[in-house]
């Protein structure tokens, strides 16, 4: 489900399914689009663990949406000129509740590479084409930037070029240095759906490595 910032994180009107059973299969069974777009996200072994630390009455809180869906998306913005007024699209995928909340998202960053690099503030670093901040870097959601150049978008049209993911604090402390490692692969995942063209390293773990 797209969603229109500022309400990024104010209240917004979902759908809310629940799963009704503690096992993945069920899950998968019940609401096949949304658990796959989780598994071709995070990877089917991370969703495991995901919904070890949640809990077995798990809720999917957004509507059907595709890896694909998500990645057209992110191009036909790339390519097509910037509405000031409606500003970017944030994705709302996998959004999981039960004992925590388990809420990514995926948009255009409505931050610049200036904001981002200025080593005064709130962003580290993590390679030469992808910062972070939050979770291991200071606690609350992870949230990870990586600079991504869309094919097909004519010269000076792409606006933004830095991608944005994020994955919620699910509330455990012990579970930080996991949330790292989902965002990554999250971040890493969004990079190939999207074919970003200069192929952003994006560290396992947001911290050291290659892409």
Known sequence: MKIRRPALYGASAMLVLTAGCSSEPSLREQYPVQ???????F???NMTDVR??????????????????????????????????????????????????????IGWSARSLKQV?????????????????????GGGSTVTVFRCKVAGAAKGRQVQTLLEVSVTDVGHPSTEQFE???????????????????RPEIPEGLTSGGA
Do not use: M
């Open 180 to 198: 790292a490692q989902l965002t990554a692969k999250l971040a890493r995942s969004v990079r190939d759906a999207v074919g970003c063209v200069n």
């Open 117 to 137: 690099s200025d080593p005064s503030g709130r962003w580290h670093p993590v390679g030469p084409d992808a910062f972070a901040k939050g979770g291991i870097y």
């Open 43 to 45: 990877g089917a072994k």
């Open 52 to 105: 070890d630390i949640l809990g077995d009455d798990l809720q999917i809180l957004n509507p059907p949406i595709t890896v694909d869906e998500v990645a057209d998306g992110l191009k036909r913005e790339a390519r097509e000129p910037y509405d000031q007024v409606r500003g970017f699209d944030d994705y709302d995928v996998c959004h999981l509740s039960d004992r925590g909340t388990f809420q990514p998202f």
């Open 35 to 41: 658990w796959k777009t989780c598994d071709d996200l």
